[in-house]
C-alpha cells in the first residue's frame, strides 16, 4: 500500500483525492501473498514473490521526480496504513462462515 503525491498535469483521473492540506494524491493497495497456508504454498518461493513485488512497485505506481508529472510517495505518517489494514479487516468480516479445516485462524501481516 501507498500514497502517491502528484503534481504538475495528468491529475484529474477520478482516482485523484486532495487532503486538508490540499495536496492530490493516489492511493494504492498492491496484495502480494493471499490465503497463504502451510498446505497450499510452497514457503522458500514466497520471499523471492515478496522481493519482485517490492521491486516492481515504484515502476507499477508510476513514481518520478522529474519531468512534467512529478509523483512522489508520501511519508508513512501521511500514508494510508490505517485504510489498508480497513480493506484487509473487511474481507475478513465473514471469517466464520463456510470455514474450511486448513485454517484455523487469520492473520495480517502488514510491511511498510
Known sequence: FSRTYMEGSGTGASTVNTDEEGRTYEDHYLPV?????????????????????????????????????????????????????????????YHYMDRDLSRTGNSIVVVS
Open 33 to 93: 501473498i493471499e490465503n497463504a497456508t502451510p498446505a497450499s504454498h510452497d514457503w522458500p518461493s514466497l520471499v523471492p514473490a515478496m522481493k519482485k513485488a517490492f521491486s516492481t512497485y515504484p515502476t507499477l505506481v508510476s513514481w518520478r521526480s522529474r519531468g512534467a508529472s512529478t509523483r512522489l510517495p508520501s511519508t508513512s505518517q501521511n500514508g494510508n496504513l490505517l485504510e489498508a489494514i480497513n480493506i484487509t479487516l473487511n474481507v475478513l468480516q
